[in-house]
């Protein structure tokens, strides 16, 4: 790789070891956030509800997860000559352009960018009930994006 950038940390490094660095750094949060939902969707319905701390645990996984996905997504995008897309939402439907992600995946990540923003921009108050009752669907469908997108990566040789 031709850019580098000068003495970061009192040392000259390549610009891909930087962004390799922080893409896992990305992904290990991204498991981790996964972890989180995975032990939250087991949680009694009440149990879930009546603790702030678990609601706010679990809408932070969600702006994790959802960044993660929006990230990799853009950055598909680029590798493969196109335009970053002007809204997140976008981002998603055009990995769907690209027939990278079943339908399905496709239109639940898109709902799943839009419930991110609402947490992130506090647009209206959250359902504390949408949220336990998609837990699942969150876990499911977000790993079934990411292995689409990294299946697609591994096939076109696309290196983060």
């Given at each position: ?14 610009m891909g070891e930087v962004l390799k660095t922080h893409f896992l750094s990305r992904l290990k949060s991204f498991k981790e956030a996964l972890k989180i939902l995975e032990s939250l969707k087991n949680l009694d319905r009440e149990e879930f509800l009546i603790d702030v701390m678990k609601i706010y645990a679990a809408e932070r996984a ?99």
């Open positions: 790789m031709e850019i580098y950038r000068e003495k970061l940390y009192g040392k000259r490094i390549e969600i702006q994790v997860i959802a960044e993660f996905c929006i990230d990799l997504s853009n950055y598909i995008l680029l590798k493969t000559g196109r335009d970053i897309p002007k809204t997140y939402r976008d981002s998603i439907k055009s990995i769907g352009e690209l027939n990278l992600c079943r339908s399905d995946v496709i239109k639940f990540m898109e709902n799943l960018i839009g419930l991110r923003n609402i947490i992130v921009h506090m647009y209206a108050d959250v359902k504390t009930e949408v949220i336990y009752n998609n837990l699942n669907e969150i876990v499911r469908y977000s790993k079934q994006y990411i292995d689409s997108l990294f299946e697609y990566m591994l096939e076109k040789k696309i290196d983060p």
